[in-house]
């Protein structure tokens, strides 16, 4: 009996590659993978802890995604800068009573407001649409 051998080319289109990847990093990121991978590239934690955080599933990964993040801000702006993001995080994010810290401000109405910059003197993050400009043109942060 004779062998068809057929050879069959796929042609991947930029749709089906974009796809792929897509599905492919949410996989890696539900199954812990990228995690593991993330953790022992761009860190120093021990390779026990970088097990430990890619074997975390469910709500738990949040504590992964703690962990990195604080790592990888202490490589990068050292560990003052790292705490004082963690801090932050943990005030926006957390349960804890530190939330009314944030500062906020309450706008009743939008009207007048047709650019970010109308947006931010009427929320007193600027004095004026001159320093709204500057701080966009410079990307100053707000402080």
């Keep these: 009996m004779a062998e068809n051998n057929v050879n069959t080319t796929v042609v991947e289109t930029p749709e089906m590659e974009k796809r792929f990847h897509d ?25 026990d802890e970088v097990r430990r955080l890619g074997a975390l599933q469910g709500s738990e990964i949040n504590e992964a995604k703690k962990v990195l993040a604080y790592e990888v801000t202490k490589l990068v ?26 500062p ?23 004095k004026s649409l001159g320093e709204g400009r500057r701080l966009i043109a410079t990307s100053t942060t707000i402080r």
């Design 23 to 47: 599905e492919y990093t949410v996989k890696m990121i539900r199954s812990g993978r990228l995690t593991t991978l993330i953790a022992a590239l761009l860190t120093f934690l021990p390779m």
């Design 77 to 102: 702006h050292g560990e003052e800068e790292a705490q004082a993001a963690a801090k932050a995080s943990e005030a926006l994010f957390g349960a804890g009573a530190m939330a009314g810290a944030v």
């Design 104 to 126: 906020t401000t309450e706008i009743s109405t939008l009207e007048g407001c047709k650019r970010v910059i109308d947006l931010m003197v009427k929320a007193g993050l600027c």
